[in-house]
C-alpha cells in the first residue's frame, strides 16, 4: 500500500509539474497573441497608409494627364485656327497689287495690263514658294501615277512609250507631298 501512496503522489507531483508548464505556456501564449496582434495592427496601419498614398498619387497623375490632354486639345485647335496666318501674311502683298490693278485707269494699255499680271502672278507664286509648293516636272518625264494623272494617251515619235508628252494643266506639292497631280498626255 505503501507503494500505491508513493505512486499517487508521484502522479500528483508530475500532475502539477505539468499542469504549471502548461500555465506557462498559456501565459506566454497570450502573451506572444498581443504581439502579434500589435504587429498585425501597425501593419494594417502601414498598409493603410501605403494604400492612401498610392490613391492620392494615381488622382494627382490622372489629373495631370487630364489636365495634358485639355491642353493639348487646345494647342491643337490654336494651331488649326491660326496655321494659315503666314500664308495669308504671304499673300496679302498679291491682294494689294490686284487692288492697285483694279483702281487703274481702264484705258491702260494692254500691255501695261499683261506687265501687272504677270508681277502679281510672280508674286503670288513666290508666296507660295516660300510655303514650300513646288510644281511638278511632267513634260519629258516618265508616267508616274503618284504624280501624273493621265487622261489620254498618244502616238510620238518624239518621247519614248509611257512618258508625259503634254501637260494639260499643272501639278503641285508641298515638301514631298503632292497636293494636285499634273494632268497630262502620255506617249503609247
Known amino acids: 500500500m505503501e507503494q500505491e501512496n508513493q505512486n499517487l503522489q508521484d502522479d ?32 494594417v496601419a502601414r498598409l493603410t497608409t501605403e494604400a492612401e498614398d498610392f490613391k492620392t498619387r494615381y488622382l494627382r497623375a490622372q489629373a495631370d494627364f487630364d489636365n ?17 496666318v503666314k500664308l495669308i501674311e504671304e ?28 508681277m502679281v502672278f510672280r508674286q503670288l507664286t513666290g508666296a507660295l514658294e516660300k510655303q514650300g509648293l513646288s510644281a511638278i516636272e511632267a513634260v519629258g518625264q516618265p508616267f508616274d501615277p503618284n504624280l501624273h ?3 489620254m494617251q498618244v502616238a510620238s515619235d ?7 508628252v503634254q501637260e494639260l494643266r499643272k501639278g503641285y506639292k508641298v515638301k514631298d507631298k503632292v497636293v494636285r497631280p499634273s494632268m497630262v498626255q502620255v506617249s503609247q
Open 158 to 164: 518624239e518621247y519614248p512609250s509611257n512618258t508625259v
Open 91 to 118: 499673300l496679302l502683298p498679291v491682294l494689294d497689287t490686284f487692288e492697285m490693278a483694279m483702281k487703274t485707269n481702264a484705258e491702260t494699255d494692254v500691255k501695261s495690263l499683261l506687265t501687272g499680271v504677270e
Open 12 to 43: 500528483a507531483v508530475e500532475t502539477e509539474s505539468s499542469q504549471a508548464a502548461h500555465a506557462d505556456e498559456n501565459a506566454a501564449a497570450p502573451e506572444t497573441d498581443a504581439r502579434t496582434r500589435e504587429e498585425l495592427i501597425a501593419e
Open 68 to 84: 495634358f490632354r485639355r491642353r493639348s486639345r487646345q494647342e491643337k485647335d490654336e494651331f488649326a485656327a491660326y496655321a494659315n
Open 149 to 151: 494623272e493621265g487622261i
